[in-house]
């Protein structure tokens, strides 16, 4: 294989998850964008934040005094006048000022980490809450995976900012300026040769600093995808067996792992450099603190308990200097999460409720689509014009060829998306103007692939309704027919499902949600029907519990089975969005038109009349 060829095979492995407006890693400073992160600090600005600021001025206070200490006290007088007892006091307050040190050492840790650990808490759950209320159209547009991306990593890269980021900057900040001070009144002169080197080790080391975290972020994201290869594979794992597509599986993971491996092997390589390369600036700070240092004592200009002071500062000096450089590498990368993470909270739902909306306490079930026109992406129109009225308690059957509208038609009704034109009413009301938790309240919508949430039999049951009794989850599931089965499974209502309910047949399933529907007791159901051929029993029970779902609510299925449609008040013939014909069954058997067609084609209609 060409290297070319090479290449291209091993793009194709690596493409796939690939979100390129995730792998934006840094951004530019932006001063709005910090304030508005800031504001997540806010809620402990009387709290957590006044403690740790408390604790990390201990810590300086303690760290500025003690050389000081040391040169001007312990070497100056205690030493130089060989006076033992001052030289125990001054043993005995290093001590005490190094034990104080040590308490608001561990206090300062411990509420920083507090405190990055509760920011970082509530903008996750903001974030997810967010998008929990943002429309379908939004999810229309973006897979599971990327959004997953924002929620999780790029929440996760701006911890290390909250947790000592904001606290450090200003720590080191005000470090690095007493410092600078007390080196200059120690000795200007000194102080002026060893910092020669200061701009020059600040740049270097700083541009050392983002170009490794880029290299690391270059892995986070690789380790992502990874995350997110392996998460469909192991989903669709029974898919790539029977299609015996394991190899080819193997080499798309392959293809993620080496890209992984080769990323890895770079962010070491120049993580390599950084330790040293402070190591050896340190080194040169002191070769220049010692020739100079010795010459200005051995001429006179300086004491000794001066360069004693003057080393100790020199050596704390380094220390702010670098984690400032990687504050600041730190802050680039939180610019480019945050504005993943604003764009996804200034995302405003497109189904918006109107600024009084009507609250809807009880409904009858109504209908009325008046002209409604909608297109999903004002390209391709997906419903033209229709009309439907459909009176409360009476079932509506929507037919029609795959990608008629059918579905269109059930979403607008819970008004997961507004109408282009016309207007959807309930009970009379236009669906713009009701609050859409009360009118989702009054609806539940049973679909073909019924997802069940990872827990108990019971809790799934519940979903319907949590304010449930066992009881009522229990009685549910008896009405619909599922209770049979349930109690036959090893822990019966116990019994977890996991893995969306694999463990259950589809016809189980299928019961299951209906229980569920049955338990929210809504005035209208929307049901889409189920196409997966199941057994006769099986099918005979779903109708029963059919039935019994439907009585006293007005319902709207898409449905499949000629069973399910020959028993509707109407029937609803789509086509490419319109309405070609409706009426009850024998009605449109009768007109000979396209659903006369349609039920020969589809369910051998002869035999079934
Ligand atoms: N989320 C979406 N974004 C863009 N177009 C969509 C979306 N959902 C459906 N469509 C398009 O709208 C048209 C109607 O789709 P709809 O799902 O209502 O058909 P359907 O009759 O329910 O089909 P099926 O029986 O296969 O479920 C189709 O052309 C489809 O491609």
Do not use: C
């Amino acid at each position: 294989m060409s290297q070319k060829e090479a290449q291209k095979k091993k793009n194709v492995y690596t493409n796939r998850f690939y979100y390129p407006q995730d792998e934006v890693i840094e951004k530019p400073f932006n001063w709005k964008q910090m304030t508005r992160l800031l504001k997540y600090i806010k809620p402990y600005s009387k709290t957590l934040l006044p403690a740790a600021f408390g604790a990390v001025f201990i810590n300086m206070i303690v760290r500025l005094l003690v050389p000081i200490l040391i040169g001007q006290y312990v070497v100056d007088r205690a030493i130089i006048n060989s006076d033992y007892r001052l030289l125990i006091y001054l043993i005995v307050i290093v001590v005490g000022l190094y034990f104080i040190n040590y308490l608001a050492n561990h206090f300062r840790i411990k509420i920083v980490n507090v405190l990055g650990q509760r920011t970082i808490h509530d903008l996750r759950k903001q974030l997810f809450t967010h998008v929990q209320y943002l429309s379908h159209d939004f999810f229309d547009k973006r897979s599971a995976g990327s959004i997953l991306v924002r929620i999780l990593n790029d929440v996760n890269s701006l911890q290390e900012l909250f947790t000592n980021g904001i606290i450090n900057i200003l720590m080191d900040a005000f470090m690095l300026l007493a410092i600078i001070i007390i080196l200059f009144s120690l000795s200007a002169q000194l102080a002026l040769a060893v910092l020669v080197i200061l701009p020059i080790m600040f740049y270097i080391s700083t541009k050392l600093r983002r170009d490794i975290r880029r290299t690391w972020q270059n892995v986070r994201s690789i380790r992502s995808r990874l995350n997110s290869h392996l998460n469909e594979s192991l989903q669709g794992m029974r898919i790539t067996q029977s299609f015996a597509q394991e190899e080819e599986n193997a080499a798309y993971f392959d293809g993620v792992n080496q890209e992984n491996f080769e990323r890895e092997r770079i962010a070491m390589k120049k993580s390599a450099y950084f330790g040293p390369f402070i190591e050896m600036s340190n080194a040169v700070g002191t070769v220049i603190l010692i020739a100079y240092g010795a010459t200005l004592i051995i001429n006179g200009s300086m004491g000794i308990g001066t360069f004693v002071s003057f080393a100790f500062f020199l050596g704390m000096f380094w220390e702010p200097i670098s984690r400032l450089g990687q504050i600041y590498n730190q802050l680039l990368v939180a610019m480019a999460s945050s504005e993943r993470i604003f764009e996804f909270l200034d995302e405003r739902p497109t189904v918006k409720e109107s600024d009084n909306p009507i609250v809807l306490t009880d409904i009858k079930g109504d209908i009325q689509f008046d002209k409604v026109q909608f297109s999903y992406d004002d390209e391709r129109i997906a419903l033209h014009e229709i009309s439907i009225d459909v009176k409360a308690g009476q079932t509506v059957a929507l037919v029609g060829h795959t990608g008629s509208g059918k579905s269109t038609i059930a979403n607008l009704i819970s008004r997961f998306y507004d109408p282009t034109d016309g207007a959807v009413y309930v009970d009379g009301h236009n669906l713009r103007d009701v609050s859409l938790a009360s009118l989702r309240e009054h609806i539940s919508v049973v679909l073909q692939d019924t997802f069940i949430f990872s827990g108990t039999i019971m809790d799934n049951i519940r979903f319907g309704r949590p304010g449930a009794s066992d009881e009522e989850v229990i009685e549910a599931a008896k009405v619909v027919g599922a209770h049979d089965f349930i109690v036959r499974l090893a822990n019966g209502y116990d019994t977890e499902v996991e893995e969306r309910g694999s463990i259950l047949s589809a016809g189980e399933r299928q019961l299951l949600s209906f229980a569920r529907a049955l338990l929210a007791d809504p005035k209208i159901l929307i049901l889409d029907e189920a196409t997966a051929s199941i057994d006769t029993e099986t099918e005979m029970k779903i109708q029963a519990a059919l039935r019994e779902l439907l009585k006293g609510r007005t319902s709207i299925m898409i449905a499949h089975r000629l069973s399910t449609i020959r028993e509707a008040d109407n029937i609803i013939v789509l086509e490419n969005g319109r309405i070609l014909e409706q009426g009850n069954h024998e009605q449109l058997v009768e007109k000979q038109g396209e659903y006369y067609k349609l039920v020969k084609s589809q369910f051998d209609m002869f035999e079934a009349l």
